[in-house]
């Protein structure tokens, strides 16, 4: 499979382009499925895609929308990917999108997999478009090198959407969709920004196995754009 590189001159213009295809993307999806269906990522990568697609015009009461992870911390937690994507996308225009948490109620994430699996169970897949963050270590979503939930997560044939996962070098328990999960989408894109981040991934990509650096394991798998900038 191949890695698409679009590289912008910086953050503004990689916001404004990126934004713009993902809304032709999720269009399409309304117009041939009548719904369509968005995967996005947490941490600080896309913060200013979120707000830049929550004041775009789109019918969004009929998108559906989720994470690829969550940490599993309550919602009003500053490390929340759920309150990142409440406060910054499902607002403005955005407000009438149906988003789906992955955090439940659980103390343990172990014991929130079949009611966010149950969730998921909604949309209908291929999801239409699915955004990828990456980790100077090379995990992406929370596929983490360092857990040792690892195989269980990249295993193909596992036949699970969702797993629970604890890295060891970064905090807070975690959620994850698989790798399966993560390939069941029409449109994979990696979003990042910073030189550091692009060499990891085409230092990844060169020289490490999918263990060491799970994001190749979806590049290896899928047709994947990296929308990046400095
Ligand atoms: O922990 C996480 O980290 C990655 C990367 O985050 P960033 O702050 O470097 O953009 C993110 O993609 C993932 O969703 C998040 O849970």
Do not use: Y
Request: glycine share 6%; proline share 3%; charged share 25%.
């Amino acid at each position: 499979m191949a890695l698409t590189i679009n590289a912008f001159d910086n953050a503004d213009a990689l916001t404004s382009a990126f934004a713009d295809t993902l809304i032709e993307l999720l269009k399409d999806g309304i117009a041939q499925r009548g719904r369509a269906s968005l995967v996005v990522s947490g941490g600080r990568t896309p913060l200013a895609l979120f707000k830049q697609l929550s004041q775009t015009d789109l019918e969004w009461d009929k998108v559906d929308i989720t994470l690829a992870d969550e940490r599993w911390v309550g919602e009003n937690d500053e490390a929340s990917n759920t309150k990142l994507v409440r406060e910054n996308l499902i607002q403005n225009k955005a407000a009438a999108a149906h988003f789906v948490t992955l955090k439940t109620d659980d103390a343990d994430a172990n014991d929130g997999i079949a009611e966010a699996e149950n969730r998921l169970s909604s949309f209908s897949l291929p999801f239409d478009a699915l955004i990828l963050g990456m980790g100077e270590d090379g995990h992406t979503a929370s596929l983490f090198p360092c857990s040792a939930q690892i195989e269980d997560g990249l295993n193909l044939a596992s036949g699970k959407i969702c797993i629970a996962t604890q890295p060891t070098t970064a905090p807070h328990q975690r959620i994850s969709l698989t790798l399966p999960a993560i390939l069941n989408s029409r449109n994979i894109f990696i979003h990042l920004t910073g030189e550091k981040k692009k060499q990891v991934l085409e230092d990844a990509l060169a020289n490490s196995t999918e263990l060491e650096k799970p994001v190749t394991a979806v590049v290896n798998r899928a047709d994947v754009t990296l929308m990046w900038a400095p």
